[in-house]
């Protein structure tokens, strides 16, 4: 039977004390880059683009909370992270939530009139069909919010990623990340074949 798999605080607390934190922060960074591709995936998708990533940024993201929390006596948990993330995720169900619901409103509005129209003759589907351009606008919209949601939290990420490595001094070349679309800051493209990476812009010291 091999040997049971040590929980990382485990691990970390066997090195000493400049190798816990750097086991610690490279645990992190590895799932700040996990999540900021995660997120931009879905930034990508709102564009149009199809992009088939596994990874759930929202589960990452509870996950990684849940790691920091358990890590606060190291430094490694931001409650500011979990209150910016918090508003963007209520934001963004909040935005698909209304989207749903303009296009339920419309379906039904849409069959009552049809069946009026059929009943007594009279044509009450052209004004509803009318309303189109309106639900095209919501949808433009939306998609406008959410992307500006998913930039934003990305954006934050990546900050965050960045001060981590520069504070304890690990090469940005380790942690490179997929990246599906652009303009972000601190990071400069790089195309691999097919693929885009991104690497943080961080000065050596």
């Not at 990533?53 to 006596?73: F, P, Q, S």
């Amino acid at each position: 039977m091999g040997k049971p798999v040590k929980d990382s605080v485990e691990a970390a607390l066997e090195l000493d004390e400049k190798e816990v934190y750097a086991h610690i922060a490279h645990e992190s960074a590895e799932d700040m880059i996990r999540i900021i591709s995660s997120l931009d995936a879905e930034r990508a998708k709102l564009h149009g683009e199809v992009i088939y990533y596994r990874d759930d940024w929202d589960d990452l993201i509870r996950e990684r909370l849940a790691k920091g929390k358990r890590h606060t006596a190291f430094d490694f948990y931001n409650p500011a992270l979990f209150e910016i993330w918090e508003k963007k995720v209520k934001e963004a169900k909040e935005t698909k939530r209304m989207e749903k619901l303009a296009y339920a409103v419309f379906g039904v509005v849409t069959l009552v009139a049809t069946l009026a129209s059929v009943v007594t003759g009279t044509p009450y589907i052209l004004p509803v069909l009318a309303a189109v351009p309106l639900l095209i606008f919501i949808r433009d919209r939306t998609r406008e919010k959410l992307d500006l949601i998913y930039y934003e939290l990305t954006q934050f990420f990546i900050d965050e990623l960045g001060a981590l490595l520069e504070k304890y001094s690990l090469s940005p070349e380790r942690y490179r990340f997929k990246i599906f679309s652009g303009g972000y800051f601190g990071v400069s493209l790089e195309k691999r074949g097919a693929e885009i990476t991104a690497l943080l812009n961080i000065e050596k010291t």
